[in-house]
């Protein structure tokens, strides 16, 4: 892979990263709700699902991911109702919760691997992240060249910048928490935010492989 053609990744998979999604609105809420350290926590689950997923595209499992509709499904399934269960958490949160220190007292009996496992959960589970390394990353690769390390090289720059943007979407957030200071406002961050779980997990099921 020549220069140019990793610059033009770089842009790419940054906008991709930087762009609205599950993990983002995840990092958003923990960042709000239960501090940076639980963010960084749940963005490495993410990262690190990413990996995996990169994984299944390098050794051509998710090929056949992609090739089999039922698996394809399963997948999709999976990970949309696990978007509306937290939505649906969100939701019930919005109905207990009296005020922002109240929020985050519900949230400090969960693990710190809770958080962790909730972002690998995430990004594993989600079927975009799987088309985009089967069929963004075949389009940068310089087949000349040892292909296992440039999906090396590709998939550390998409980990970095997907860290980097969970972690500094959760630091907005928390910077933004005076914001829960009141009961009210509270409830309606949990309905909007379980809104918008609920509205991503049931945007999954319409997610088409490319066979």
Request: glycine fraction near 8%; charge should be positive; hydrophobic fraction near 50%.
């Amino acid at each position: 892979m020549n220069i140019d053609t990793l610059l033009i990744y770089v842009f790419v998979s940054f906008f991709y990263v930087i762009s609205p999604g599950p993990a983002v609105f995840l990092a958003i809420y923990n960042g709000a709700v239960n501090g940076v350290k639980v963010v960084m926590i749940s963005a490495l689950g993410n990262i690190l699902g990413l990996l995996f997923l990169s994984i299944l595209s390098i050794s051509g499992l998710s090929a056949i991911l992609l090739t089999s509709a039922t698996l394809f499904t399963l997948v999709k399934v999976i990970g949309a109702s696990y978007l509306i269960y937290l939505g649906i958490r969100q939701f019930r949160n919005a109905n207990k919760t009296s005020s922002f220190s109240n929020a985050q007292h519900d949230d400090n009996h969960r693990s710190l691997f809770a958080y962790f496992k909730e972002g690998f959960i995430v990004a594993a589970t989600n079927p975009k992240p799987i088309l985009f390394f089967t069929a963004l990353f075949p389009q940068f690769l310089d087949v000349a060249q040892p292909i296992a390390l440039q999906f090396s090289v590709m998939t550390a720059i998409f980990m970095f910048f997907s860290f980097v943007s969970l972690s500094t979407y959760g630091y907005l957030a928390r910077s933004a928490k005076g914001l829960l200071s009141t009961n009210n406002n509270v409830k309606w961050f949990n309905r909007i935010s379980g809104g918008l779980f609920i509205g991503m997990g049931t945007s999954l099921f319409y997610v088409k492989s490319t066979s």
